[in-house]
């Protein structure tokens, strides 16, 4: 009988924010991704990156404007560090957590580039911000260079980047293949590396791809029976922040359209969430969306907490 296979894509709260924080947060998370293993299911890890690309970024700048013959590296080396980064805590955390239940299965980080579309829209309007926050000198050098940035009142200025949607998975077929060998992969980090194709030859964007978009697409092109978005909230809630804020437990494809319509999702936090659920449900059978903490991820896989979006 065929195992079922679930995409779990960890938030801030499932890294922390720093190499000490990164390391404790992941010895808790492994015990919940080897719950779901020893449950017999398929594992696809992907996972956020905000705080750990934003510090390689800076880091590498600095360097580079400190140390002659050395350069500020691009978005893409940094989206790629910080998936090796990442991936290395993870796959080890993992590995020890099944290891103590007697489960042997070999973990792997896979380092995952991202098709998108050159002429996507987000490309003429960047908005993502991305590492520290600079003078007016520094941010008068990254415009000469051709690169956005925003004045944050009180904060000083900002670099930004654009935030495309992922078109295809590069690495799909050796993800694939590790998850019919049965073992654990860790892809499409912090979104994966946005690239775009120039004949043979891949080229990294100055972009940042939203992670749950990818993880929506990693879970359609593995065919998943269940997406799920592991956030800092127990569940999506409507009219959120205000008097009547109220909790959603489930909803369907059609009740999440009326809601994206009615402008209750925050643009740059819940809203990739829930189109990226429905997309994935639309493109498939049988399939459910669960968004919720990492705390309430194995009960609302019974559908006992969090937010669960189907069909």
């Not at 801030?12 to 492994?30: C, D, F, M, R, S």
């Not at 909790?247 to 359209?257: R, S, T």
Request: with cysteine; hydrophobic share 40%.
């Amino acid at each position: 009988m065929a195992k079922k296979r679930i995409v779990m894509a960890l938030g801030h709260n499932a890294l922390g924010t720093n190499l000490p924080e990164q390391k404790e947060a992941v010895g808790k998370t492994a015990k919940v991704i080897a719950d779901f293993i020893e449950g017999g299911w398929q594992v696809a890890i992907t996972h956020s990156n905000a705080p750990q690309v934003g510090m390689i970024h800076t880091a590498m700048n600095e360097f580079g404007k400190q140390h002659d013959g050395y350069t500020s590296a691009p978005m893409s080396v940094c989206s790629a560090m910080s998936q090796g980064y990442i991936g290395y805590d993870l796959q080890n955390g993992i590995r020890a957590e099944l290891l103590k239940r007697g489960i042997y299965k070999s973990v792997a980080t896979i380092l995952t580039q991202m098709m998108v579309n050159p002429y996507d829209e987000a490309f003429y309007t960047p908005m993502k911000p991305i590492g520290r926050f600079m003078s007016q000198e520094d941010a008068k050098v990254e415009e000469e260079k051709g690169n956005y940035v925003e004045e944050v009142s009180g904060k000083g200025f900002r670099r930004v980047v654009a935030s495309p949607k992922p078109v295809s998975i590069v690495e799909i077929d050796i993800i694939k293949a590790i998850l019919d060998a049965d073992q654990i992969v860790i892809a499409c980090g912090g979104g994966g590396i946005p690239v775009m194709e120039q004949g043979c030859v891949l080229k990294g964007a100055s972009a940042v791809i939203e992670k749950d978009r990818a993880a929506g697409l990693l879970a359609k092109e593995i065919d998943a029976e269940v997406l799920m978005i592991l956030t800092g909230v127990d569940n999506v809630d409507l009219n959120y922040g205000k008097a009547d804020e109220t909790p959603i437990g489930l909803m369907n494809v059609k009740e999440a359209a009326d809601y994206i319509q009615e402008g209750q999702f925050e643009s740059s936090s819940m809203l990739p969430k829930i189109e990226a659920s429905v997309d994935f449900i639309e493109h498939g059978k049988n399939r459910k969306a669960i968004i919720t903490s990492l705390q309430m991820a194995k009960a609302s896989l019974e559908d006992n907490a969090g937010t669960i979006i189907k069909d």
